[in-house]
Each structure stands twice: as structure tokens, then as C-alpha cells.
């Protein structure tokens, strides 16, 4: 057989073919002598850590590590950080709604619903009943200011009623 063949981690630039020499280990065992969790490897391996098809270079990926370690930390601690602060924020939202309903600033939307629609019957009912109560009133009446004084009167009133629901 001819000579072995060199592989490439196709994340890692810059980094040397493996070569007899090198230590090539899963990443569990990575994880292990590095006293780190696997998915801890997994993020240092989607920030760039050298690997070869699913296994790792120990002397490359520990150099890596050396130069890389701090700026890697750095962006799992600034998602950490983005993850707390929409945590808390999520919290206080969740703290002023419930002060809101105590207060009976916030309401359950279908005690809404049952208000308006309690208010809107009787706007209705109303307005349906006018010319029934008009009708009579406006009978004897050739007027047409009079009729008009009449319904206006009596829009105001329903009006009136409405607002005070």
C-alpha cells in the first residue's frame, strides 16, 4: 500500500495534517481528559476546535484550546449573560401582569367580552325601542322641528344611558 493518507479538519484552518505521531481520540474521551462536559466539546468544535470526522486531534485540539480558550469563554459567557437578561426580563413582565390583575388594571379578556357585549344589547335594545316610544308622541305633530326636537331627545337619552353603562 502506498503511503497513509493525511486528513484535514474542514472547520480548522491553519492546522497541520495529522500525522503518525498524533494522538487522535473521540470526543468523549477529549471530554474526559479534559475534565469538561461533551457538549462543552461540541461548543468548543462549532467556535473552530480542530477535529477529524467526529474524532480529535489531542495535541492540535489542546493547542487550540491554549489559544483560544479566553474568546471562547468569553462568547459562551456573553450567551449566558443574553440568556439571564431575557430570563429576568420574562420574570418582571410576568410580576407586572400579576400586580396589574390584582389591582384590577389588567382583566380577563372574556370578562370584557362579557361587559361589552351586556352594553352593546342594551344600546341595542335601545335604539330598537325608539320608534316604538316615539311613534305616538309624533303622531299629532306636523312640525318638522318638533319631530326632530323629539329624536334628538331621545338619542341624547339613549346616549346618555350608553355612557353611563
Do not use: Y
Not at 473521540?26 to 461540541?42: D, L, M
Not at 420574562?90 to 352594553?119: F, G, M, T, Y
Amino acid at each position: 500500500m502506498g503511503k497513509p493518507r493525511k486528513h484535514w479538519s474542514k472547520r480548522a484552518s491553519g492546522v497541520k495534517p495529522l500525522n503518525e505521531s498524533g494522538s487522535l481520540v473521540s470526543q468523549a474521551e477529549f471530554a474526559r481528559r479534559q475534565e469538561v462536559s461533551r457538549p462543552r466539546v461540541n461548543q468548543w468544535i462549532q467556535a473552530g476546535m480542530p477535529h477529524i470526522d467526529r474524532k480529535i486531534d489531542f495535541r492540535a485540539a489542546s493547542q487550540w484550546l491554549a489559544d483560544n480558550v479566553d474568546r471562547v469563554d468569553a462568547i459562551a459567557q456573553d450567551s449566558l449573560n443574553e440568556a439571564r437578561r431575557r430570563s429576568e426580563n420574562a420574570k418582571a413582565h410576568l410580576l407586572e401582569n400579576q400586580v396589574a390583575r390584582e389591582n384590577r388594571l389588567l382583566l380577563p379578556a372574556d370578562e370584557i367580552e362579557e361587559e361589552w357585549s351586556a352594553i352593546i344589547s342594551a344600546a341595542r335594545n335601545r335604539l330598537l325601542l325608539m320608534a316604538t316610544k316615539l311613534a305616538p308622541k309624533m303622531a299629532g305633530l306636523s312640525d318638522v322641528r318638533a319631530c326632530q326636537r323629539l329624536i334628538e331627545l331621545e338619542v341624547r337619552e339613549c346616549l346618555s344611558s350608553l355612557a353611563s353603562s
